[in-house]
């Protein structure tokens, strides 16, 4: 929900913009990091980490240049920033219930590879 609703706060009057992309930001980056770090010690997926990676230096790049982008650059920053986010954790949420169906014992590996 977040990645959505930052791709649509440049439309979104000034006067809204409580501590504008900042509070997004870190609300952005605790959520992922739970999420994914969580997911990622099940299923070990570089590419989630890739993903979210690419998708918070979109997001945090967007937040810095802001004052310097017409409406429409930032909105497209912030709009691949925020998809490249949901991929990964769309990514996460299916790699993550993969690995919690499986009957799986402690020295087992739930990696990417062995579920495709």
């Not at 609703?5 to 930001?25: D, E, Q, T, V």
């Not at 952005?28 to 590419?47: C, D, E, F, P």
């Not at 909105?75 to 299916?94: C, E, P, R």
Request: proline share 3%.
């Amino acid at each position: 929900m977040a990645p959505i609703l930052l791709s649509i706060a440049p439309i979104i009057p000034k006067w809204a913009h409580f501590g504008h992309g900042w509070i997004w930001i870190s609300f952005i980056l605790i959520v992922a990091v739970w999420s994914i770090g969580r997911g990622y010690k099940k299923h070990k997926s570089k590419t989630v980490l890739w993903l979210a990676g690419f998708g918070v230096v979109f997001l945090l790049g967007g937040t810095l240049i802001e004052e310097q982008l017409t409406v429409l650059m930032e909105s497209a920053i912030f709009f691949v920033g925020g998809t490249l986010m949901t991929l990964a954790h769309w990514k996460n949420y299916k790699l993550e219930g993969r690995c919690s169906t499986r009957s799986l014992s402690e020295n087992s590996d739930c990696s990417e590879r062995k579920l495709n």
